[in-house]
């Protein structure tokens, strides 16, 4: 238990800088979105990298807040290392490809693209890893997130499905790997 609360307590951290980085963005005569991914252009590779911390709006912030802590938390479970390890790696992996596939002339923002890889990675890691705790976590990850399904398509103007779709295959790809790794004994 103590180690969820270690991980949720790191991902509330990361969304308490969040939450800052937009009150500068908000409050002072400056534009920090504008760091985010800008697909295939050289000049904004490193919006791959500070995307994720920046957000268009305080509904926008509000609604990856609790799904990046709670996901988070739980990614944290098996350890504060392998936190780390997924964040960075959905973060850079979702970011390029985002960076690579994406729609031109818009600037991709936002901590989804990671939720979705979180997410991804929770239910296909529960699912090939077939232990009772890594599967009630992936059923629990389908009936309160499930509904994240809706976001990879493209239904709402100026949200960046792409980040969505992205990232829960990035995700889905990396638990289908960790899982693998750790059943055989890796």
């Known amino acids: 238990m103590k180690q969820y609360l270690q ?7 990361i969304m308490l800088i969040c939450t800052v980085i937009f009150a500068l963005n908000t409050l002072l ?4 979105n504008q760091f985010g ?7 904004h590779l490193s919006g791959i990298v500070f995307a994720p911390f920046l957000h268009g709006s ?3 912030l509000l609604s990856n807040f609790l799904p990046f802590v709670i996901l988070g938390g739980l990614i944290g479970l098996k350890s504060q290392k392998r936190f780390w ?3 960075m790696l959905h973060v850079l992996s979702t970011g390029f490809l985002v960076w690579l596939f994406a729609r031109g002339n818009s600037v991709h923002i936002g901590m989804s693209g990671v939720i979705y890889a979180f997410w991804g ?6 699912i090939v890893r077939r232990q009772f705790l890594h ?3 992936s059923v629990a990850t389908l009936l309160f997130y499930g509904g994240l399904v809706f976001g990879v398509l493209p239904t709402t103007p100026g949200v960046s499905f792409e980040s969505h779709l992205l990232g829960a295959i990035v995700g889905a790809v990396s638990g289908y790997y960790f899982a693998r ?5 890796w």
């Open 135 to 137: 599967i009630v976590i």
């Open 121 to 126: 990675y929770l239910i296909v890691y529960g």
């Open 7 to 13: 991980s949720g307590k790191v991902s509330l951290i």
């Open 85 to 87: 390890l997924l964040f």
């Open 181 to 185: 790794l750790e059943k055989s004994g």
């Open 29 to 32: 005569p400056i534009n920090l």
């Open 58 to 60: 305080l509904s926008h």
């Open 37 to 43: 991914i800008v697909p295939r252009s050289l000049s």
